[in-house]
């Protein structure tokens, strides 16, 4: 190599060294139209009419090339069908590697449902026409989404802060003294004889990123479940879309502000003690008070070339005798004409899933976006119990953790290990076995740890 080639190497490499770390935001409508089938619940409710739009909200990072990409989606979570798809076409359209994108869902229950390979799927009517016109335009929906954001990259700053809201989610499973079984969402808790079987956890996470002086983008993150609506039929996006929305009204009109869902498996937004329910707007009001009270405390980070990480983690079924399944199939024969009960469906929905699916791989993916020595970003991939969250946290070497569950396909409800034992709802929902959560724990640490180095 001559003398003048290696100078114009190393003015090449300083100019790589020297690139801004650039930042987009970008939303698209994913409202879908009246009559498509609805998720969150045991039973078909076909869309009519609409509190307030659906979005997929999408952040772009850049530097020196490097991409990494966040899109939360107003629905009930991820499947892997339309998260291949979605990340298929971003690859194709915005030529942005498709494992660096992280698709969520914020758990809405007031959004539209999507195909699960279940028996799920005949009750909610997911496969019928207008469900398989809104799931088939999804991934392009997303991709668009994902273009915009590009479009609009520009040199950023970043900056976080942690703020606390206390009083406003709930554990929802309940420990009776003398009992070793969980009560799940009891209408009132007695505090004399009954005490929450777990913790939550009341952190806000504030991630802002600024051009010229102001907020183009944040991402908020915050652990407890979108349904406060309820199982009516008219579209929302729950209190997210409240919490959104004044977050971009108060701090910087143009903003895209996105919430990524915690690890909120067990975590739900009614006080046990006193048998009160907050609205959407409330919650939504309280949350966004959170962050504007964690504003002023926003500390600048130091950014790099971002640094994406994942892992395919096989997870394993749960088994079942032959009565428990012969009892699961009486439960099918009836589950479409009597109502027979949330958590008695949810186990045979489980156990009929889990036995036809015995011979397929279950996977669950991981995934690490870290951009900042400081923070860094993980996805699970289910309803995660809130111990779980804590424990990662904890346990993180970064000094701020932001969880996305629901991320990149769902696998279900995952409890934490000490869980399983006190059954009810979401340990009869779970396809995996007792432990399942910990090792997607210890594989998001090991993620982190690869992520702090370039």
């Known amino acids: 190599m001559t003398a003048r080639q290696s100078f114009f190497l190393l003015l090449i490499s300083i100019h790589a060294q020297a690139g801004d770390f650039r930042v987009g935001a970008a939303r698209v409508d994913i409202t879908p139209k009246d009559g498509t089938p609805l998720g969150g619940y045991y039973k078909f409710r076909g869309s009519a009419g609409v509190l307030d739009p659906l979005y997929a909200k999408t952040i772009v990072m850049e530097k020196d090339g490097t991409h990494a990409v966040i899109v939360v989606l107003d629905l009930s979570g991820t499947v892997r069908p339309v998260v291949a798809a979605a990340r298929q076409a971003i690859q194709e359209q915005c030529g942005i590697e498709g494992d660096h994108v992280m698709i969520s869902g914020t758990h809405t229950h007031t959004g539209p449902q999507q195909p699960r390979g279940s028996l799920m799927d005949d009750i909610t009517k997911v496969n019928s026409p207008p469900g398989v016109a809104y799931i088939s335009a999804l991934p392009g929906l997303i991709a668009q989404s994902v273009k915009e954001a590009k479009a609009k990259l520009a040199p950023a700053k970043a900056s976080v802060a942690m ?25 009132k808790l007695n505090p004399a004889t009954d005490r929450p079987a777990g913790p939550i956890d009341p952190e806000v996470g504030v991630l802002v990123f600024e051009s010229d002086g102001k907020p183009t ?7 407890m479940h979108p349904t406060s609506v309820g199982g009516g039929v008219k579209i929302s996006a729950d209190y997210p879309g409240v919490f959104t929305k004044l977050v971009s009204e108060r701090h910087g009109p143009g903003m895209i502000a996105v919430f990524a869902n915690g690890c909120c498996g067990n975590i739900n937004h009614t006080d046990y003690l006193t048998g009160k329910r907050r609205s959407t707007q409330e919650l939504g009001t309280a949350l966004a008070d959170a962050a504007t009270a964690a504003w002023p405390t926003l500390q600048p980070l130091s950014t790099f070339k971002p640094r994406i990480r994942s892992e395919q983690v096989t997870l394993a079924r749960k088994k079942f005798s032959a009565a428990e399944i012969a009892k699961a199939k009486d439960i099918a024969s009836r589950m479409l004409t009597e109502n027979l009960g949330t958590v008695p469906m949810a186990e045979a929905v489980c156990i009929l899933e889990t036995v036809d699916k015995q011979n397929v791989p279950f996977i669950g993916e991981v995934q690490v976006i870290a951009f900042s020595g400081e923070l860094a970003i993980v996805s699970l991939p289910g309803e995660m119990f809130v111990e779980l969250g804590l424990a990662l946290k904890k346990a993180s070497p ?4 932001l969880i996305a569950e629901l991320a990149n396909g769902s696998v279900g409800y995952v409890p934490n290990r000490e869980a399983y034992p006190q059954g009810n709802y979401e340990v009869v929902s779970s396809r995996c076995e007792a432990g399942s ?7 998001a640490l090991k993620l982190l740890e690869q992520a702090r180095e370039p």
């Open 398 to 401: 970064f000094k701020h953790t």
């Open 437 to 443: 959560g910990e090792k997607l724990v210890e594989v």
């Open 217 to 223: 983008a944040s991402l908020l993150n915050f652990a």
């Open 163 to 187: 703020g606390q809201a206390a009083g406003i989610s709930f554990n929802r499973r309940v420990l009776r003294e003398g009992e070793a079984k969980a009560i799940w969402q009891p209408a």
